[in-house]
């Protein structure tokens, strides 16, 4: 039988990093660096547990479960759809495909003569059918991404590194400013949420099942080691990549201080080494990172959406979410990262806690509440904690700060084991399905 190896593997792994590596990946290593400063590689561990290590995570769990579905099946059947389908609209049209759009073209715009509505609403239009027409075909997307896109992408970030190792616009990094003083780690960790790795794992795996299997590999135990290692291989370069991007940002930071977003880090480094080339050479690395990520999450959205509802067909589904994303693009970056963070905060920790359990494997699954009463609290307090910090619900904070950590917000841990350690002692092994 066919195993995934050689070659084949490292082109998988590749194109399993490109659907990974979009604008918050981007955006937030750097603006970590600048901010962060002497304490970057502190914060950058806790970033990278976040950021890296459970998305890998995700990654072997929902290919070992046998999909997000019957893996968030554990909590309740109610819970899987909801939880579901929160999950592929946060990673689709709600959030991460916008994002893409809006942050190339924050770069592309000083190239394009400045922004404004009408060339935003153009580019935007190109982009997206640039996307659709690759997003058609999900499993060539090794050939197109792994082959072609991703190593130009690495190499444009290499080139941009290189010229801050030879020309550092900065002695050393600067002093961390007051959110990275007292806990770098624990703000590195919170800070990987925005990335959104974590959730879009959940859902990657089908994507690269189908093209594991385009390559002959059609054993399912096969296809899911093949997926597991492709995993690995997408958190080797995620990892050079972030320490490459965090370097640079805590050079710009010490040298150019003030910044408000990462954009603005790589914009003011980018033109102090290079110059007016500065800006092509980012405008064409967050152009490539931002198509990878959006033709990845067309085709997971889309493929998804088609097994729900099989009468519109999987083409059909990628034009209606590009074009949806298209509209929403168009509020800009700003108004999207503000959307976001609450959602985030909600849906991230029992995203975290179900991948955490996965490793366990069937002798949690065994244990009838365990799933539903971890999972169940953590949501509680998640969705709670995200209501309250977008001033909806403020009175929640007399029953929420008390919890052990929350004002790290961390404030889920807590729950999260009193619901694993009373799952543990109400319910006996059992059979489980899912």
């Known amino acids: 039988m066919r195993e995934l190896r050689g070659r084949d593997l490292l082109l998988v792994g590749f194109t399993l990093f490109s659907m990974f590596f979009g604008a918050g990946n981007l955006i937030f290593p750097p603006f970590l660096g600048a901010q962060a400063g002497s304490g970057t590689w502190y914060a950058m561990a806790g970033f990278c547990l976040s950021a890296i290590g459970f998305p890998i995570l995700g990654v ?5 479960c046998g999909g997000l579905g019957q893996l968030a099946g554990r909590v309740h059947p109610a819970f899987a759809s909801v939880f579901t389908i929160l999950i592929y609209l946060s990673i689709g049209p709600g959030l991460a ?3 893409t759009a809006s942050t190339s073209f924050e770069m592309a715009a000083p190239l394009l003569g400045g922004a404004s509505p009408l060339l935003q609403a153009l580019y935007s239009l190109a982009f997206f059918a640039l996307a659709v027409a690759v997003a ?10 792994g082959k072609i896109l991703c190593p130009i992408l690495i190499a444009l970030i290499a080139a941009l590194f290189l010229g801050c190792v030879l020309r550092p616009v900065a002695g050393g990094y600067g002093s961390p400013e007051a959110a990275y003083q007292s806990a770098p780690a624990i703000q590195g960790f919170l800070g990987g949420y925005n ?3 974590t959730i879009a794992a959940l ?6 099942a189908l093209n594991i299997r385009s390559r002959g590999v059609t054993e399912e135990r096969r296809v899911v080691r093949g997926t597991v290692r492709a995993g690995w291989i997408a958190g080797a370069v995620l990892l050079a990549v972030y320490a490459m991007l965090a370097h640079v940002g805590a050079l710009s930071g010490a040298a150019f201080p003030g910044a408000a977003n990462g954009a603005q880090v790589l914009t003011r480094l980018a033109d102090a080494l290079f110059g007016p080339p500065g800006s092509v050479l980012l405008a064409a690395i967050f152009l490539i990172a931002c198509l990878n990520t959006c033709i990845g999450l067309l085709s997971s959205c889309s493929d998804y959406f088609h097994r729900l509802l099989p009468r519109l067909s999987y083409r059909a589904w990628v034009v209606f979410f590009a074009l949806l994303s298209m509209v929403i693009s168009n509020i800009g970056l700003t108004g999207i990262l503000r959307l976001s ?3 985030l905060n909600a ?21 009838r509440l365990v799933y539903p009463l971890a999972v169940g609290l953590t949501c509680l307090e998640s969705v709670a904690a995200a209501l309250q910090g977008a001033g909806l619900l403020p009175g929640l904070g007399a029953l929420l700060d008390p919890i052990p950590l929350a004002d790290l917000g961390l404030g889920w841990l807590l729950p999260a084991a009193a619901g694993l350690l009373l799952g543990l002692l109400l319910s006996p092994r059992s059979r489980r399905a899912g």
Not at 203 to 208: R, V
């Open 136 to 145: 058609l075909r999900p499993e060539k997307l090794t050939d197109r991404l």
């Open 195 to 197: 990335t959104m790795d």
């Open 341 to 343: 963070t609450p959602i």
């Open 347 to 367: 849906i991230y920790p029992p995203a975290l806690v179900l991948i955490l359990l996965s490793l366990a494997g069937e002798r949690l699954a065994e244990r």
């Open 60 to 64: 072997i769990a929902v290919a070992r």
């Open 97 to 99: 495909i916008p994002r």
């Open 203 to 208: 859902n990657f795996g089908a994507i690269i």
